[in-house]
Nanobody
Framework: QVQLVESGGGLVEAGGSLRLSCVASGSIFSINIMGWYRQAPGKQRELVATITSGGSTDYVDYADSVKGRFTISRDNAKNTVNLQMSSLKSEDTAVYYC?????????WGQGTQVTVSS
């Protein structure tokens, strides 16, 4: 069983920054994809960013809407994934979910609220 616990959400003014963190616990294998998704009120959950551990190289992917503003990173030794969010906009307001895909299974965290005031 895998558990994902997010932290770091909150209220920030437009143009500000926030850093989200997610810690994975349980039976974690080194080959996995971790990432962040978000869901705004009345909208479907969407991809924000993913990072795939590829040995000495991590492969990252971003939604077009966050490229250049958000940075995803991971610490494999600590089973954590972080999302540094800068130049936040009101449209970034959403519940942010940590996600892990491993051995054909998908795991989700409980979500953390990010609210950007304009």
């Amino acid at each position: 069983q895998v558990q994902l616990v997010e932290s770091g959400g909150g209220l920030v003014e437009a143009g500000g920054s926030l850093r989200l963190s997610c810690v994975a616990s349980g039976s974690i294998f080194s080959i996995n994809i971790m990432g962040w998704y978000r869901q705004a009120p009345g909208k479907q959950r969407e991809l924000v960013a993913t990072i795939t551990s590829g040995g000495s190289t991590d492969y990252v992917d971003y939604a077009d809407s966050v490229k250049g503003r958000f940075t995803i990173s991971r610490d494999n030794a600590k089973n954590t994934v972080n999302l540094q969010m800068s130049s936040l906009k009101s449209e970034d307001t959403a519940v942010y979910y940590c996600n892990m895909r491993m051995l054909g299974f998908t795991y989700w965290g409980q979500g953390t609220q990010v609210t950007v005031s304009s």
